[in-house]
């Protein structure tokens, strides 16, 4: 049985979220997004500059950090292939106080800000897709607070 062309993905998206959504959604954004390879240590956002583009990691690795008034920091998010980066401006803000900065070099796809907020009104299994990963990296960054400080460093880093 042949399935319709709404249930068949596509396997070039090595993302999740983009792999997970229906072969005409997916070619609704296709033709914004981009491929790019971010390399490790590169900075991708600023504490409170804007968000120009939201990414879809492949096989990078991307943390998201919180830096103290001190200089100090702390990673408290990681997001690989099963999620994005920089939904902000969909949901509130044009900035993110955090600083993400990659973790593991690799490829990414990314959309201009201002067009995935386009596809993201427009597009509800995307906008689906993107709030229930929003849910579980709430809940990931959640945890970590949580774990930083009820254990010790030796017990945290065995996770």
Do not use: W
């Not at 998201?64 to 939904?87: A, K, M, P, R």
């Not at 201009?112 to 897709?129: C, G, M, P, V, W």
């Amino acid at each position: 049985m042949l399935a319709s062309p709404a249930a068949v993905t596509r396997n070039q998206a090595r993302n999740r979220i983009l792999n997970s959504l229906p072969f005409n959604e997916f070619e609704k954004i296709k033709p914004d997004l981009k491929s790019v390879k971010l390399k490790h240590g590169e900075v991708i956002y600023q504490p409170n500059e804007p968000i120009k583009y939201v990414y879809f990691p492949e096989d990078c690795i991307i943390s998201t950090v919180t830096v103290f008034d001190d200089g100090t920091s702390i990673e408290n998010g990681i997001i690989g292939n099963e999620g994005l980066l920089g939904v902000a401006p969909a949901l509130s803000s044009m900035t993110t106080p955090r600083e993400a900065t990659v973790q593991k070099t690799g490829e990414c796809l990314r959309i201009s800000s201002d067009k995935f907020r386009e596809a993201f009104e427009t597009n509800s299994i995307l906008r689906q897709l993107s709030l229930s990963y929003i849910f579980a990296f709430f809940e990931q960054v959640a945890q970590a607070g949580a774990c930083n400080k009820h254990y010790t460093v030796n017990a945290r880093m065995a996770r």
